[in-house]
C-alpha cells in the first residue's frame, strides 16, 4: 500500500469514527432540544444542537466519502469498516440514550 492509500484510509476510518462514535453523543441533545421545547424553554438549544448534529453528520460523511473514493479501497476492507461501524455504534448509541437519561432525570429533579 502506498502513502495515498494509507492517506485514504486512515481518512475513511476517521468518517467511521466521526459517524461512530460522538455523532450519537451529539444527536442526543437533539432529544435534550425537545424536552426543553415541549417545557416551552424556546428552540435555542434544539436549532443549535441541530446544527450541531448535521456539520458533525456531515464533517463525518465527506471524510468517509474522500477516503473510501481516493483511491478506492477493496471490497475486503470495506466489509470491514462496516464491521468496525457496527460495533462502534452499538456501544455509543447506548451510551449516548443513557447519558440523555441522566440529563433529563437531573433537569426534572433540580426542577422539584
Same mark, same amino acid.
Request: hydrophobic content about 55%.
Given at each position: 500500500?502506498?502513502?495515498?492509500?494509507?492517506?485514504?484510509?486512515?481518512?475513511? *476510518?476517521?468518517?467511521?469514527?466521526?459517524?461512530?462514535?460522538?455523532?450519537?453523543?451529539? !444527536?442526543?441533545?437533539?432529544?435534550?432540544?425537545?424536552?426543553?421545547?415541549?417545557?416551552?424553554?424556546?428552540?435555542?438549544?434544539?436549532?443549535?444542537?441541530?446544527?450541531?448534529?448535521?456539520?458533525?453528520?456531515?464533517?463525518? *460523511?465527506?471524510?468517509?466519502? *474522500?477516503?473510501?473514493?481516493?483511491?478506492?479501497?477493496?471490497?475486503?476492507?470495506?466489509?470491514?469498516?462496516?464491521?468496525?461501524?457496527?460495533?462502534?455504534?452499538?456501544?455509543?448509541?447506548?451510551? !449516548?440514550?443513557?447519558?440523555?437519561?441522566?440529563?433529563?432525570?437531573?433537569?426534572?429533579?433540580?426542577?422539584?
Amino acid at each position: 500500500m502506498n502513502i495515498t492509500g494509507f492517506g485514504s484510509l486512515l481518512a475513511a *476510518y476517521g468518517g467511521i469514527l466521526v459517524m461512530t462514535v460522538p455523532l450519537p453523543f451529539v !444527536a442526543s441533545f437533539l432529544l435534550d432540544g425537545v424536552v426543553q421545547v415541549l417545557r416551552s424553554n424556546g428552540l435555542k438549544l434544539f436549532l443549535a444542537a441541530l446544527a450541531m448534529t448535521v456539520l458533525v453528520a456531515l464533517g463525518g *460523511y465527506l471524510l468517509w466519502q *474522500y477516503g473510501i473514493t481516493n483511491p478506492p479501497l477493496p471490497s475486503t476492507t470495506l466489509v470491514s469498516m462496516g464491521t468496525v461501524a457496527q460495533m462502534l455504534l452499538t456501544f455509543s448509541t447506548l451510551l !449516548a440514550a443513557v447519558a440523555f437519561v441522566i440529563r433529563t432525570t437531573k433537569l426534572l429533579w433540580k426542577k422539584r
